[in-house]
């Protein structure tokens, strides 16, 4: 007999909660709160005298505001660690204000609705500072109120880019965001984000994702951008303790940062690295996951030299036992060093990266037999995988980056780097569905795969102008080379079930060899201006790219089996046009490039190469910034080609076609809540194919409503306590492209809590967070390819952060 394993009982979500999602989702979008209190102005109240001791500076504000009649609210995490100096003496507020901030890097600044809040202090930069983009390519946009997401973000070629006045759809999430989400991977972190859905398995080696509905890592040769170039992410996972902020621009990105490895057209995620601070910075965080996962996390900041122009930032974590899924445990060591030194006119930074993650019986995706019908989601906590079975990762990456201002208007810059992923693993490979009662068959496999990446860009920026017109311009020619081995010995098929896991022996495979089976090649020369009359209300930028791809296909024995060399000219056009201070309107046409196929074996024109395919999109949006709170909307459609095999013939007959309405919120809304969400309603469809019965159909894994709100509330009745919630809505989408399978919808609840405290005179944080909090069972999205996933089953997250 065989022994089956735990099952989980199924659940099922109402329509009214459903609705009530999208409802508020909605709302939250497109009402922003308005404001009652009139203004009050802080240099208006007259002297008085202040004897204050020196002090934790978030207490001090707290206690000087309520003595002072100011209403004042801020996000905690931005006074950790912070002290203010003793005040004594006769002054007006605002220059009590002044002393009690002095040195901390903030200010307080006046909302429209008459209270007040910090925020970080603005920079004001010299000429050299503004070249290109109106900040330092190496300057971080200022946090915007609420301290979740930033003003802006690094818009590849273009720089550093202000949220009003890209003609995109930027997010850009901080770090506060990824310490009090306690998110540990990219993935996590753009669950706040309704414009992408990850495809990535709870419990799983990848991190993969849709963004406008298109494919984004699925491929994973370092398809994240690192810094602003590809070449350097981690190859499978990247992990958030290296990382200051996420950027995500929405759309296709080869002329901003040339065509990505994996042929992603949705949008591009660039991690930005954790550099040192200008304040010295030793944290500490401990944490714990459902079942036993615990870790610990050590950020070091120092800058050293008579004007702190050296500086470096280390990283170490680690991560070890067993997780909220059934028979599986994980472990994670992780190492970042970040070195930088800012001189009068040259700047530079190295980055170095080592992670290495191990996983027991790590969780796979699925794939289903056509004509099944897809059975109902077991609990995530269930798992398919053989408790045999293993995967390692490992990692190894560095990135320099240089740039020097050869005079105010003209600064070049350089970035060489690059990156090595290791993989293998012994497991079952994907299970497949093989009818409606869940049974699985999968074939178990020793599996290797080898990737060296390398990366190479130089460039110039310039700014001048021409009459009433002034322009930033920049000049780049890129590199980026990969090699790919690989390996696979597979045994024989065994069988299981997704509610009734049935344990089979350990199957017998050997090490595979790993030849090297593709290597591939992309050079371009990038040229982009951004034309700006009328202080910068009416902003028009215009770039072209010329991107070729070389790419070389091996057999078993080394030898080139076909060969690929081919490129395009990509365009991009943008406008930006502000007709109030706090409104802006934009636009942009801009494409993306993929590889061109190779006819497949099973084709009777097997080895034919096709030209690169051109994505293009048409975007128009608006956003306004309240002060504190901004809403965006935006239209778009992106256009797609493909290559299908149909009777026989392998060419290129497909396109799909995603047309969108986004409607996105963030910010403070009212003193002490903070909301972050949006709508995301897509129209997709395969516009031709080969196969006739296929025209007009719904593209794979893409559904028509995708919609998050998340909401923080500081409390009134405890000072430090911040309670948090949110839900995540994906609608229902199909596995082929017949669009005869189809997932259900799914909704997920998260809730959690944050108390930010002193003890021992040290700045401690205490985080507190179920997800999935109904354990709802559900599967959570599709891959292009076809396979989906489980959904995530509760979990709670704790952790506890420390500043020394």
């Known amino acids: 007999m065989l022994a089956a394993r735990r099952l989980r009982p199924d659940h099922h979500f109402t329509s009214a909660i459903r609705s009530a999602l999208l409802t508020l989702a909605l709302i939250g979008a497109a009402c922003p709160l308005a404001s009652a209190a009139g203004p009050v102005q802080l240099d208006s109240v007259a002297i008085r005298a202040y004897n204050i001791p020196a002090g934790p500076l978030g207490a001090t504000l707290s206690s000087f505001a309520v003595g002072a009649g100011i209403a004042l609210s801020f996000q905690p995490s931005l006074t950790e660690g912070l002290s203010s100096p003793a005040l004594t003496g006769n002054y007006t507020t605002q220059e009590a204000v002044n002393r009690l901030l002095a040195g901390s890097g903030l200010d307080m600044v006046l909302r429209s609705d008459g209270t007040y809040t910090l925020v970080q202090r603005r920079v004001t ?57 306690q998110a540990v991977t990219v ?63 929405k759309g296709p990105g080869a002329l901003l940062y040339g ?12 991690v930005v690295p954790k550099r040192s601070l200008d304040e010295d910075l030793t944290r500490f965080t401990a944490s714990y996951a459902m079942n036993t996962q615990l870790g610990g996390h050590l950020d070091i900041s120092r800058r050293f030299g008579d004007e702190r122009r050296f500086g470096v930032r280390i990283n170490g974590s680690t991560q070890q036992g067993d997780t909220v899924i059934d028979d599986q445990s994980r472990h994670v060591d992780i190492g970042a060093i970040s070195l930088d030194y800012h001189g009068d006119r040259l700047r530079t930074s190295l980055d170095w990266l080592n992670q290495k993650e191990s996983f027991d019986a790590a969780s796979r995706p699925f794939l289903i037999d056509s004509g099944v019908d897809i059975p109902a989601a077991a609990n995530g906590r269930t798992n398919v995988s053989q408790a045999w079975g293993w995967s390692q990762t490992r990692d190894k990456s560095a990135l320099f980056s240089g740039e020097y201002d050869l005079s105010d208007a003209l600064t070049v810059f350089a970035h060489a780097g690059g990156g090595k992923s290791d993989v293998a693993r012994m497991s079952d490979q994907t299970p497949t569905l093989i009818n409606s009662a869940g049974d699985t068959s999968s074939t178990p496999g020793y599996y290797k795969f ?70 591939s090649e992309l050079t371009g020369v990038a040229l982009a201006d951004t034309l700006s009359v009328f202080d910068n209300r009416i902003q028009l930028t215009l770039g072209l790219r010329k991107q070729n791809i070389k790419s070389d296909n091996y057999n078993a024995a080394g030898a080139v089996t076909t060969s690929y060399d081919d490129g395009r000219t990509t365009p991009l056009f943008g406008a930006v046009f502000k007709p109030w201070e706090h409104v802006s309107f934009y636009y942009n046409y801009i494409e993306g490039l993929s ?66 309405l986004e409607l996105n919120v963030f910010g403070e809304v009212t003193p002490g809540t903070r909301l972050l969400g949006g709508v995301t309603l897509l129209n997709a469809e395969l516009t031709q194919s080969g196969v006739a019965a296929n025209r007009g159909n719904k593209p794979v894994g893409v559904p028509e409503v995708q919609a998050n709100l998340w909401a923080e509330w500081d409390t009134s009745w405890l000072e430090g306590l911040t309670l948090t919630g949110g839900a995540i809505h994906t609608g229902s989408q199909y596995v082929n492209q017949a669009n005869t399978q189809k997932l259900d919808d799914w909704t997920r609840f998260d809730v959690g809590a944050r108390y930010s405290t002193r003890i021992d005179d040290r700045p401690t944080t205490f985080r507190a967070t179920v997800q999935n909090v109904f354990d709802r069972q559900y599967w959570s999205g599709v891959a292009s390819y076809g396979a989906f996933s489980q959904g995530a089953p509760r979990t709670l997250l704790l952790s506890a952060t420390v500043d020394f």
């Open 450 to 519: 080898e990737v060296k990446r390398y990366t190479l860009d130089t460039g110039a920026r310039l700014s001048f102008d021409t009459g009433p017109i002034s322009h930033r311009t920049t000049v780049q020619i890129s590199r980026y080379r990969d090699e790919l081995s690989r390996g696979i010995i597979s045994g024989a098929p065994i069988l299981s079930n997704i509610y009734h896991p049935v344990d089979r022996q350990k199957p017998d495979i050997p090490k595979p060899d790993t030849p090297k089976v593709s290597e």
């Open 125 to 181: 930069l010299d000429e050299t500072a503004v070249i290109g983009t109106g900040k330092r390519p190496d300057t971080l946009q200022e946090v915007y109120a609420g301290g979740q997401v930033a003003n802006g973000g690094r818009l590849g070629i273009l720089g550093n880019t202000d949220v009003m006045d890209a003609p995109f759809s930027v997010s850009t999430y901080t770090s506060a965001l990824i310490k009090d989400q």
């Open 259 to 270: 065509m990505s490895p994996n042929n992603a057209v949705g949008g591009v995620i660039n």
């Open 595 to 660: 590889k061109g196929d190779i006819a497949p074996s099973t084709a009777s024109n097997a080895g034919e190469i096709f030209a690169p395919y051109v994505s293009r999109q048409h975007e128009l949006g608006a956003k306004v910034d309240y002060g504190t709170f901004t809403s965006t909307i935006s239209l778009f459609q992106i256009t797609k080609p493909s290559g299908e095999l149909a009777s026989g013939i392998f060419s290129v007959q497909g396109e799909q076609r995603n047309r969108g």
């Open 187 to 249: 993935g996590d972190v753009l669950e706040r984000d309704s414009s992408v859905r990850s495809t990535g398995q709870a419990g799983g080696i990848v991190d993969s994702f849709f963004i406008r509905g298109f494919p984004v890592g699925e491929g994973n040769l370092g398809e994240l951008a690192f810094d602003g170039v590809y070449g350097v992410a981690p190859n499978y996972r990247v992990f958030t303790e290296y990382a200051e902020r996420i950027e995500l621009v």
